[in-house]
């Protein structure tokens, strides 16, 4: 159960939400509230788009609590849109490249959540990632494998139908393998521009995912920063909330053609 | 509150005390039962005592619990003593130098607790530290600067004599400089043959410290290991446990000229 | 272009050929003589058999120059068997699973060379990897593939004939994709008491390959480790070098089914 | 022998000069071509100055050609002066502490070159660090202790006077105490603001030292960056390059009140 943020607004120093509040990221790193694991010590990574529109990227493979370069980082950097990400790994060795946001051109993504049965499970899922988009493959995780075959199933054209699209593939593959265990899926997708996250579970209990929007900003989060301000509310299950550029955030179902296997 | 277990008695896998039980040490990295803080994050280390007289060394920045090089060699390092630790810091960087255990010549030293005011109290501790000895001293934790200080006060002769009288001196340097944090200390030491363990505090709140015996094998620990047989005894305050090679291991006072600051 | 050793012998700490000699290992990562990059940095690893049937394992990204952890191990453990490896990346990235040796359970393999094209024969090679193996392909080195696939191949069973039909099958999907850049393959691999190395190119450029052999040991190398007073002989191209525990060892050719592309 | 640069112009990507041109510090991190050493693979850092008046810091233990957040950092962040250095250690460890450049409230220093015998002389030059400096002594480095004693002689008030004073009371002191290797300096000092370079020796080798200034910009560096159009010049032994905001720099002579040491 990893804990993330993701900030859309106007251009702020990272260190507003990342490091500086109670419930900041850096602290739920070392004491998650609404998490089944409370440390989430196994690597970290910031995503943010600043001047250029390719996002910058910094993982590390040290607990955020200890790394005085993400200090330094969140102090300095100033971004319109960043994601930020403390891993608690399912399974996945602790490197740089299982690290969160993981970037695709303008891309970035991140994940709370995992693929039950992962290294059953693996193959079949990296053989939804075609050769072209082969080679962005880095690490191991199935984070990542979600995210290039969302990629793959045109996430760039349409997000919440390519991921959607995406989970009801794995999660029939899980079946026909007889996997039990869950596909669970909380995550954040964005080009840039457009904020999009997802919240939802091929059981009945999809990880928390909240957010929070006042008239400068848009917050997502696991689980509320305390220490804001903000109100937040819950995203309801098997929804995306959809947040284009300089429109209202809305919600919008997330429909499978399937039923849900319970 | 850093966790610690050392251990002497017939050769034996690291595993079997750092990696296999319950309550192991990498257990304990992530959840400590008798700590303040229950996450030991912050690097770890062992250091063991196998053909050769001086310690071997494995010191790293990563938590324990996800660093696969610490498996591999505590499945394949088998010690007649050996000192294994994972730290919580209480100030100074993670960093390899700054884990625990330090070794210096044949000495192996580690330690749970600090020195109250380190950053005001460093530079007179290290004055402590001889000429001869300084070139040792790689890091900046009080740790370290007690263990180079207790050896420039005689600790390869008179190992509790020496530790005693480190830290009067200390506590006494503490007191002069206006510093009320108190000097807390749960330390093993060994030259690789005789085994000392200490708990003492200038406060009433020594960091607990626990010692068993059984026919071939002594173990110190930090809190119990759980899923061993063994039978768990507190070291009393102010007392160190006394272990030379060969013979029974016998509690002995740490008697301070001064009276102690409340 | 990597450097590495491979020793079978008495006993012997790590440090006699990792670390001590003017030609050692680490000496050769900072400074390799019959390299085209004189620089191997970009990690190291050393696999050993001391008294279990599996090898134990030490992999770091940092130089092997600067790392004290491996002189530190190096001058603890003794084997019977060991591999060391530094690495000069011909692309994937630094990282713990990209670096050599890889262990598969009782068997170690490192390489020096590369999968011309790796990035886009990639997918094809890690196709050669069964279902039944893929959970042990952690990184995404073109080394760590081969070996799996090799496995796959019966390598277990019958090396020599298993890794010439993998070289085989890899080279003809290269040309089948239009890759001209060459495969080459200098590489070792062992179950604990048979060694075998391997030197091969499906150009006429295959790595060096040395071998040295006295009463009580055996040694592979990419280049001759001087300060030994061996002698050291070049393993001729497309041979294997096949050294049985308790036999002496032989050359034997790496014999191709289908002629090499120019 | 590091390699170092510093800049400052009108703000620019890092990478421009970091990782871009064919001679970047990325490049000669790997292939220096006037040091002794001609790898620089012992860690290496970036301090820069955005909007802000501390400087941002980031410095890691991998080789910097092996670093992919330095490329994503130099690629992202825009900065009005930064100082960029590759690390070859003359001995102390490799570690975040121990990298270059090293900060100090808005100051920013960097070095290449040693004070010879340090292991013997460090504990002298850290006690010409005043007790209110000393907790900002972080790692073990010379370099390190001779910017917080240039800090502790009133570098912020009169850097040349007191970088000048600073190494003519090292000098003295290695004298004093027989150390017959040099003291060699090649550094830079900013405040954000106005930059200071240093290059000065106790023997008539000094490092290198070359600059190199246009309408809007000034560079200082160890040795010039090709693929630059830019004309370098070296400073003269025994001279500080003073380049005060808004002011064209000058050469001034690094006067000692005593006669060099032959």
């Excluded at 419930?23 to 609404?34: K, M, N, T, V």
């Excluded at 909330?241 to 319970?262: D, I, S, W």
Aim: aromatic share 10%; hydrophobic share 40%; with cysteine.
């Amino acid at each position: 159960m990893c804990r993330w943020i993701a900030y859309r607004g106007a251009p702020t120093y990272l260190e507003t939400f990342v490091a500086a509040p109670a419930h900041s990221l850096i602290h739920q790193s070392l004491h998650a509230a609404e998490a089944v694991t409370g440390t989430n010590g196994d690597g970290f990574g910031v995503g943010w788009y600043a001047d250029r529109d390719e996002p910058g990227l910094y993982r590390e493979t040290l607990p955020a609590w200890s790394d005085e370069n993400l200090r330094h980082l969140c102090r300095q950097i100033r971004a319109r849109l960043f994601f930020a990400h403390v891993r608690a790994s399912t399974g996945p060795a602790t490197s740089r490249a299982n690290c969160h946001p993981f970037a695709y051109g303008r891309w970035l993504f991140m994940h709370n959540g995992q693929i039950g049965g992962w290294p059953q499970m693996r193959r079949t899922v990296e053989g939804m990632i075609p050769d072209a988009l082969y080679a962005a493959r880095m690490g191991g995780t199935d984070s990542e494998a979600l995210f290039l075959a969302a990629i793959a199933a045109g996430a760039e054209d349409d997000p919440v139908r390519a991921v959607t699209a995406t989970l009801e593939t794995v999660a029939r593959k899980m079946r026909a393998k007889g996997v039990t265990e869950p596909l669970r899926f909380a995550a954040a997708l964005t080009d840039g521009r457009d904020l999009y996250a997802f919240r939802w579970s091929s059981d009945d209990r999809p990880p928390t995912l909240y957010w929070s929007e006042s008239e400068d900003r848009l917050l997502v989060a696991s689980e509320p920063l305390d220490g804001s301000r903000e109100r937040w509310a819950l995203v309801p299950p098997d929804h995306a909330l959809v947040a284009p550029a300089g429109a209202a955030p809305r919600l919008q179902p997330m429909t499978l053609r399937e039923n849900r296997a319970a």
